[in-house]
């Protein structure tokens, strides 16, 4: 139901400003509304960007959020916001995986397989989960959490 996107820091302002150039030309412009957002600390760090499209005026597609976190290396660490920021080993971030997919080459982080077990316990094993209850894992102990204190800013 969801992709995941990071950018390490490096890339944050060259993707912001491709952001802004293309914002015209993005996919479907002439029936879908985009907008941009990102979420800045006190410094004007930049932890991450949402686009979001809403469609002009019937319906074509489902509406959905396209969430963009920035990964920071804090020690050992590779941080990485998304709605909460998220610790997770920094080996991880310092390559890649590249992983071939209907023809494309994508890249993954390093050791994916050890990456999603560390993210999201038992991943490989399907749960089915009883009406009412929770969605997903909501305890996520072993990634420890870096609080600050950011602002919405939108791009367009």
Not at 54 to 67: A, L, Q, S
Not at 68 to 81: A, T
Request: contains cysteine; charged residues 30%; negative net charge.
């Amino acid at each position: 139901d969801d992709i995941d996107f990071s950018l390490n820091q490096k890339d944050v302002e060259p993707f912001k400003q491709l952001l802004l150039e293309k914002k015209d030309s993005l996919l479907h412009s002439d029936s879908l509304k985009w907008s941009a957002r990102c979420q800045q600390d006190e410094k004007g760090n930049i932890w991450n960007f949402n686009l979001c499209f809403t469609n002009r005026d019937e319906f074509k597609f489902h509406e959905f959020d396209i969430g963009i976190g920035v990964n920071g290396i804090y020690g050992e660490r590779s941080v990485c916001m998304r709605g909460r920021y998220l610790a997770r080993p920094l080996i991880h971030f310092e390559n890649y995986d590249v992983i071939k997919f209907k023809g494309n080459e994508l890249k993954a982080p390093y050791h994916h397989i050890d990456y999603l077990n560390f993210v999201y316990n038992d991943w490989g094993q399907p749960k089915i989960y009883q009406f009412g209850q929770k969605y997903g894992f909501g305890e996520k102990t072993h990634m420890p959490e870096l609080k600050t204190n950011n602002k919405e800013v939108i791009l367009f």
